[in-house]
C-alpha cells in the first residue's frame, strides 16, 4: 500500500516539475522571440527600404558612353546599393511578360525609355537624402526623368519609427507578464509543500535551510526551461534563415550569443527570485493560516 502511495507521489512530483519546467520553458521562448524581434527589428527595416527601386529614364539621343558613366559612378556613389542598366528592349519584354501580351505589336513601336535602376542603402532611404539625390542625377543632360515612389518613402520611413517605439513598448511589457507567469507557476509547486515546510520549521530548522533545497531545484528547473526555450528558437531560426536567408538572421553569432546567454541567465534569476519569496511567505505564515 506504502509503495502504491510513494509511486503516486512520485508521479506527483514529476508532473508538478514537468509543468515548471514546461511554463517556464514556454514564457522564455515566447521572450527569446520578442528579443529576436528587437534585435532585428533594423535589419527588417532595413531589408524593406533597400528594395525600393528609383528608376533613371534616359533620353533616347543618350551616348552609350554616358550612359556607361552614370551606371559606374552610380555604383561607386556610397549611397548605392545596387545599379543595373536595364535596355528599352528588356523593358518591353518585361511589361509584356506583365500584362499577357505583346503591346509593341499593337502600337507598333516601343515607348519606353533606357533605363537605370537604382537601389539605395538603408541610411539613404528618407524623403530628403533621395530627393537630393534625385535632383544631382536629373540634372545632367541625357537624362530624361528620375522616378520613384513619393508616398511608399514616407509612409515607410514613418511606420518603421512607429514599428520601432512600440517593439520596445511590447518588450517591456511582455517582460513584465513573463515575470509574472514564471512567478506563480513556482509558487503554485511551493504551495503543494507549504506543510513541510512549515514543519520543519517547527522541529527547528532555520529559514536558510529550508529554503535552500527549494531554491536549487527551482533553478534546476529554470534551467531546464530555459535550455527547452534556447533548442526551440534555435530551431526556429534556423527554419527562418533557411527560408528567408536574404534576412540574414545568422550574419551576427556574438549578439545572437548574448540573446541566447541572456534568455538562460533570466531563466535561472526569475526562479531563484521567486523561489526566494514564494518560501519567505509560507515561512512566516501562522499555521493557522496554512489552509486557507
Not at 508521479?11 to 514546461?22: A, D, E, G, P, Q
Not at 556610397?78 to 505589336?105: C, R
Not at 506543510?195 to 531546464?224: D, H, S
Not at 550569443?257 to 538562460?264: E, I, P, Q, T, Y
Request: aromatic share 12%.
Amino acid at each position: 500500500m506504502s509503495t502504491s502511495f510513494e509511486r503516486y507521489q512520485k508521479r506527483k512530483l514529476i508532473s508538478s516539475y514537468f509543468s515548471v519546467v514546461l511554463s517556464i520553458g514556454l514564457v522564455l521562448f515566447l521572450l527569446g522571440v520578442l528579443g529576436l524581434l528587437v534585435l532585428n527589428t533594423k535589419k527588417l527595416a532595413d531589408h524593406f527600404k533597400e528594395q525600393i527601386t528609383i528608376s533613371i529614364f534616359l533620353k533616347d539621343n543618350a551616348k552609350q558612353v554616358e550612359i556607361d558613366q552614370l551606371q559606374k559612378s552610380l555604383i561607386l556613389a556610397e549611397y548605392t546599393k545596387t545599379a543595373s542598366y536595364v535596355s528599352k528592349e528588356e523593358a518591353a519584354e518585361q511589361h509584356s511578360e506583365e500584362i499577357g501580351e505583346n503591346f509593341i505589336d499593337f502600337l507598333g513601336y516601343n515607348p519606353l525609355k533606357n533605363s537605370i535602376d537604382l537601389q539605395l542603402k538603408a541610411d539613404y532611404v528618407s524623403t530628403d537624402q533621395i530627393v537630393s539625390i534625385a535632383e544631382d542625377i536629373a540634372a545632367k543632360g541625357y537624362v530624361e526623368e528620375v522616378s520613384y515612389d513619393k508616398p511608399l518613402i514616407a509612409l515607410l520611413t514613418d511606420n518603421v519609427k512607429k514599428i520601432s517605439f512600440w517593439v520596445l513598448i511590447a518588450c517591456a511589457i511582455f517582460t513584465f507578464i513573463a515575470v509574472l507567469l514564471i512567478n506563480s507557476s513556482i509558487r503554485l509547486s511551493i504551495y503543494s509543500k507549504r506543510f513541510i515546510i512549515k514543519t520543519m520549521q517547527m522541529v527547528g530548522a532555520t529559514k536558510t535551510f529550508i529554503r535552500r533545497p527549494f531554491i536549487w531545484t527551482n533553478i534546476k528547473l529554470g534551467m531546464l526551461g530555459a535550455l527547452l526555450a534556447m533548442v526551440v528558437m534555435g530551431g526556429l531560426l534556423y527554419y527562418i534563415n533557411l527560408n528567408f536567408p536574404e534576412l540574414n538572421l545568422m550574419e551576427d553569432p556574438i549578439l545572437l550569443a548574448v540573446l541566447f546567454v541572456g534568455v538562460f541567465i533570466l531563466g535561472v534569476l526569475i526562479s531563484l527570485i521567486s523561489t526566494f519569496f514564494a518560501t519567505q511567505r509560507f515561512l512566516n505564515l501562522r499555521t493557522d493560516d496554512l489552509y486557507y
